[in-house]
């Protein structure tokens, strides 16, 4: 989801739709003021420097005392998910963020009001970065809680446990804790391997895909064990828990999958058309694998491309493309797209950018295109 459409959302229309909310429910709520406060300088900022801003005004606005104010924002919630999938429901939730932000930053003092917050809060939003402040400060008394709610009825409470100790999740902020005590997240992991909702299982696996940056070893252990009398959902999640250590070529983790043997292939006819693109455009590749062993071999093929960087190095991003059973002495052709668009994660640069083709994490180089400024 790109950035500048999430810092959008947070807009002056949003903050008078919160006001209605809020005041809805407390009715002494400065309504005006708060909406004067909290769109002032607002376009200036960035995604979650906008929600912080929002969130500082509105604890401003509302009963001087934490429990009070949790109070009020409690009362004022919406409904919750109606579904146990997020597919679809596009930014809506996002609308909670100052909430999660306020319980993240001034309820530490409150802990069992807190934790209650997250709760019914993650069933509309998600709660995973607002816990974990909480993890760092009292990781023993959260965990307690999570290996209750990894039985919740609710599938957002139980993806909420899972979300939540990711090593790794994206926007959050690093819990040095869990670096240290991988274990126990998966002792939390196990009690949702086998979960109902394909939203937890998901999360399960982006949980495993993180602990494997750190712990490459422990990752291909867990999933080892995972695999014996796997249901064909908890081998789904093994497979998209292994997808960081695929793209690293770990030969352990290919091996599990099925594609531990190195591959007896030529790469042949590569094609980059066009070879010169301008910064925005797009490269198609065509190329073409050809067997040279006497019998079928399981392929699981990728490509990586080396994008420039503004320092002058080159950074790989690998993308999925295949998974193939090919023939002895047969051939296979293959077509992908790499797009030069700008984004907020990646700014294209000019220069060589040179392609590898990944078969079972093996490398072939597969020549290169260029990259011109507009």
């Not at 042949?268 to 065509?286: A, C, D, L, Q, S």
């Not at 080396?306 to 047969?330: D, E, I, M, Q, Y």
């Not at 994660?345 to 392609?355: F, I, L, Y």
Request: proline share 6%.
């Amino acid at each position: 989801m790109a950035e500048y459409t999430l810092k959008s959302f947070f807009s002056p229309g949003l903050v008078r739709r919160l006001a209605g909310e809020i005041a809805r429910v407390h009715p002494k709520f400065a309504r005006n003021a708060f909406i004067a406060g909290a769109c002032k300088g607002l376009d200036a900022l960035e995604l979650l420097d906008r929600g912080r801003h929002i969130a500082r005004v509105l604890y401003d606005h509302l009963p001087p005392s934490y429990p009070e104010a949790v109070d009020v924002l409690l009362r004022s919630l919406g409904p919750e998910h109606a579904t146990d999938e997020l597919l679809g429901v596009g930014l809506a939730p996002f609308f909670y963020l100052p909430h999660t932000m306020i319980v993240a930053e001034r309820g530490l003092d409150h802990f069992d009001l807190s934790m209650r917050a997250q709760y019914e809060l993650t069933k509309r939003f998600s709660a995973e970065a607002s816990i974990r402040p909480y993890i760092k400060a009292d990781p023993e008394r959260v965990f307690a809680v999570l290996r209750g709610w990894a039985r919740d009825k609710n599938a957002h409470v139980r993806r909420l446990v899972s979300e939540g100790t990711r090593l790794r999740l994206p926007w959050a902020m690093r819990v040095p804790w869990l670096d240290a005590n991988p274990q126990r997240v998966l002792a939390l992991l196990e009690l949702l391997k086998d979960d109902p909702a394909s939203v937890v299982r998901r999360s399960v696996a982006n949980s495993l895909n993180d602990l494997g940056k750190v712990y490459p070893e422990l990752l291909n252990r867990t999933c080892a064990a995972w695999l014996k009398d796997a249901s064909a959902e908890r081998r789904a999640l093994v497979e998209h828990a292994l997808r960081g250590a695929i793209k690293r070529g770990d030969g352990a983790a290919l091996k599990l999958l099925g594609f531990g043997g190195k591959a007896a292939v030529s790469l042949e006819n590569v094609r980059f058309e066009p070879r010169k693109v301008v910064i925005g455009g797009k490269v198609r590749m065509t190329f073409e694998l050809r067997s040279t062993a006497s019998k079928p071999q399981e392929l699981l093929v990728d490509v990586a491309v080396h994008f420039r960087k503004k320092s002058g190095g080159a950074s790989p991003k690998v993308l999925k493309l295949k998974r193939l059973t090919l023939p002895a002495k047969g051939t296979a052709a293959f077509e992908t797209r790499f797009s030069l668009a700008v984004h907020t994660t990646r700014v294209p640069q000019p220069g060589k950018h040179a392609v590898d083709v990944l078969v079972n994490g093996s490398r072939l180089p597969a020549g290169s295109f260029h990259v011109r400024a507009r």
